[in-house]
């Protein structure tokens, strides 16, 4: 079973400056898990330090302990983790049987296929922090790699009823258990479920649910699987699939990578909003400011009261095409961009099937061309995929000033754009962040106006705000977004 010698990372709560792990508890430990124990039960209800002893020896994999570090004010260090203190625990025993009954709970049958809980304790004063929700999040995630089991068994009061039904546990009913005065719930969880992981199917740029752009978030990346990542997105099929798990001990950092059903890509505004909206969604930070590391260097996310969210991203101005005409690829195309022929603007206008006299500029960044057009040409677009898919680039803006294709319910809007990317599989992307890294500079610089709002004229279309700050060489993308789905997949 993994991670018993260092621990899991509790996270998200709210008991701020403390570390918090979830490990094997060791026999030294047990009389302070005991003094818990009593502190937090009834007398007849309490198991004695000589029982949890017991459980201690013959189930030690299913008792784990709740560590914090540095060791809080006022509480004992562990006997067996040094700089932590024991401030709560999980322990089971395994037992026959897929129902609880007074015998099953009182012998452990190392062969049993179900997981008998105990108790989920978590000392007074760290209570209401979130701590005992996390504990037992990371705790099912322990017990299920083990594939003997086939249940997770326990009896509740009514009153923590939320807590386990909130952590995936289904009310079986009224349990036979005859322990201390009160009345008790069974409950019980599929570990075939617990073993699945988790996803979050959220819709960017919109506050309304199928309008914006989908994108799937899957909470892991299995180690760097990339062939895993690229058949997960092939199977969800929309646009941009992000995958991310937590960077560090905080849990307001994360790494996140994107791919289409066809490739990796470097930076995914849309997704990378879904991303953080299914975090807070699913309850995986407390914070308001999410950090994302990914290959296009750490992006920053943030939530206001009004509902929208805010990306940090880097300006990805685009050059003039003559500048990348230029001379050799890397003195004249910007980094990481491929040098185009001087037919680039007439290919891009019969590409989209407008006149070559309505292409007003046409610029490069390292990801995608930029295209400036005529109000009236961009409202007439007819693309053509095989043509667009020629050029060797990500994708392709086409942009304008305001058109009649911005519907009445948006607001005034300053532009438009459309992002076509058939090379990676997105024949049109409905709404596409990390263009507007390329967008935000092109039409401050000429609007006169580092404040601006943007509408994606696609068929489900979606609003932005932008704001291009040119002395940090960063663009503030802002929008809306909203949870439709949400499920688990086969691991």
């Known amino acids: 079973m993994a991670s018993e010698a260092s621990g899991v990372l509790l996270r998200p709560h709210r008991l701020t400056g403390h570390e918090l792990r979830l490990r094997r508890l060791a026999l030294e430990d047990v009389p302070r898990a005991a003094v818990i124990e009593a502190e937090s039960y009834p007398a007849d209800e309490a198991a004695s330090a000589e029982r949890m002893a017991e459980r201690c020896r013959e189930a030690g994999e299913h008792f ?5 570090s540095p060791v809080p004010q006022g509480d004992v260090a562990s006997a067996s983790f040094p700089g932590a203190a024991l401030v709560g625990f999980i322990n089971g025993t395994r037992a026959e049987g897929d129902t609880l009954t007074d015998e099953s709970m009182e012998e452990h049958m190392p062969e049993g296929r179900s997981l008998c809980i105990h108790s989920v304790v978590v000392a007074e004063k760290y209570r209401r922090c979130g701590v005992a929700r996390a504990a037992l999040q990371a705790y099912m995630k322990t017990q299920a790699q083990d594939t003997r089991l086939d249940r997770m068994l326990l009896i509740a009061k009514g009153k923590l009823l939320t807590l386990y039904l909130g952590a995936g546990f289904k009310l079986v009913g009224p349990s036979s258990v005859v322990h201390g005065q009160d009345p008790w719930f069974e409950l019980g969880l599929d570990m075939c479920l617990a073993r699945q992981l988790d996803f979050v199917q959220v819709d960017a740029f919109t506050a309304v649910p199928f309008r914006g752009n989908p994108a799937a978030v899957v909470f892991t990346q299995r180690g760097g699987d990339e062939a895993w990542m690229q058949r997960i997105a092939v199977e ?7 995958f991310l798990e937590h ?111 309505s292409v007003l500029f046409v610029g490069q960044n ?75 500079p092109f039409w401050a610089s000429r609007l006169g106006n580092n404040q601006l709002v943007a509408w994606q004229a696609s068929d ?32």
Request: charged share 15%.
């Open 247 to 357: 960077a560090s001990a905080s849990d307001d950092h994360f790494n996140l990578r994107w791919f289409t059903p066809v490739a990796e890509v470097d930076l995914c505004g849309h997704a990378t909003l879904a991303a953080a909206k299914a975090v807070w969604a699913t309850r995986q930070s407390y914070s308001q400011a999410l950090r994302f590391q990914t290959k296009s260097g750490e992006l920053l996310v943030s939530s206001s009261e009004d509902g929208w969210l805010h990306m940090d991203f880097p300006a990805e101005p685009a050059q003039p095409l003559a500048t990348a005409e230029a001379g050799s690829s890397e003195e004249g195309a910007p980094a990481g961009a491929v040098r185009l022929p001087a037919s680039t603007p007439a290919d891009l206008a019969s590409a989209f099937g407008i006149p070559e006299a």
């Open 366 to 440: 390292r990801m995608d061309l930029l295209v400036h057009v005529t109000v009236e040409a961009f409202d007439l677009l007819q693309r053509n995929d095989t043509a667009i898919a020629a050029f060797p680039v990500r994708g392709v803006i086409v942009t304008a000033e305001a058109s009649n294709r911005v519907p009445a319910d948006a607001g005034a809007v300053d532009f438009v754009s459309r992002f076509f990317g058939p090379r990676f599989g997105i024949n049109e992307d409905p709404v596409t962040g990390s263009a507007h890294c390329a967008l935000a």
């Open 460 to 491: 489900r279309g979606g609003l932005l705000r932008v704001t291009n700050n040119a002395a940090t060489s960063r663009v503030l993308i802002s929008g809306q977004a909203t949870v439709v789905m949400q499920g688990q997949l086969d691991p």
């Open 236 to 242: 969800f099929n929309l646009a941009e699939t992000a």
């Open 64 to 68: 784990w302990g709740v560590f914090a």
